[in-house]
């Protein structure tokens, strides 16, 4: 299975808005709209921000929002933050019934 | 509260064994899906097992793994101590990681649509 894409590297100015996607294929993101967002600070274990495309983690500020287009799925981030710099990765369920994880996309505040 | 704790990393030789256990705290590991993810240093997530929640019968749940670990490594868990294990065997050089332990979110549509509850982790190095 092979991890899906995402950009190495997104940034921004604080208060502008990114995006990051999420690129597989019909076995994955494309079949199933089974895909999560993380955000992970270094040193520190991921957190969900992102559940079953669209729907924010609990707790998880609405600046956050996810949506998916065939088998891209994208990560917004409006209102960016200084405290929004971290690596974010997205996953998905595909059709052998296993997970699969991109690559990861680090987010830089300007 | 939700607390997943990892332990049992540690340095092996290639080809040694290492069981990782993950006591867990704040709910039932039997009732939930439980994920094993790994990260290699300065590397991306890694997605590694998967079990599913016992049903009716607490000693059930279908497991799944990554291809790279497949017949090597076993999840597995005890209802009893409420801790959900890796089994590791045949370890190579590139097994190295962290090893996150994982609790599944469960929505009103599935148990494969996120992670919700990760451990700290634990290193596991595998060098002669």
């Known amino acids: 299975q092979s991890a899906l894409t995402q950009p190495a590297s997104v940034s921004g100015s604080p208060g502008q808005s990114i995006t990051i996607s999420c690129t597989g294929t019909?076995?994955?993101?494309?079949?199933?709209?089974?895909v999560s967002w993380y955000q992970q600070h270094p040193g520190k274990a991921p957190k969900l921000v992102i559940y079953?495309?669209?729907n924010r983690s609990s707790g998880v500020s609405n600046r956050f929002s996810g949506s998916k287009s065939g088998s891209t799925a994208s990560l917004t981030i409006s209102g960016l933050q200084t405290e929004d710099e971290a690596d974010y990765f997205c996953s998905s369920y595909t059709s052998s019934s296993t997970v699969v994880f991109g690559g990861g996309t680090k987010v830089t505040v300007l | 509260e939700v607390q997943l704790v990892e332990s049992g990393g540690g340095l092996v030789q290639p080809g040694g064994s290492l069981r990782l256990s993950c006591a867990a705290s704040?709910?039932?590991?039997?009732?939930?899906?439980m994920s094993w993810v790994r990260q290699a240093p300065g590397k991306g997530l890694e997605w590694v097992s998967l079990?599913?929640?016992?049903?009716?019968?607490?000693?059930?749940?279908?497991?799944y793994y990554a291809d790279s670990v497949k017949g090597r490594f076993t999840i597995s868990r005890d209802n009893s101590k409420n801790t959900l294990y890796l089994q590791m065997n045949s370890l190579r050089a590139e097994d190295t990681a962290v090893y996150y332990c994982?609790?599944?979110?469960?929505?009103?549509?599935?148990?494969?649509?996120?992670?919700?509850?990760w451990g700290q982790g634990t290193l596991v190095t595998v060098s002669s």
């Open positions: 079953d495309v669209s």
């Open positions: 079990i599913e929640n016992a049903g009716r019968t607490s000693y059930g749940g279908r497991t």
């Open positions: 994982a609790r599944n979110l469960c929505s009103s549509t599935s148990c494969y649509g996120g992670v919700d509850y």
């Open positions: 704040g709910f039932t590991v039997s009732s939930n899906y």
């Open positions: 019909s076995s994955d993101v494309g079949g199933y709209n089974y």
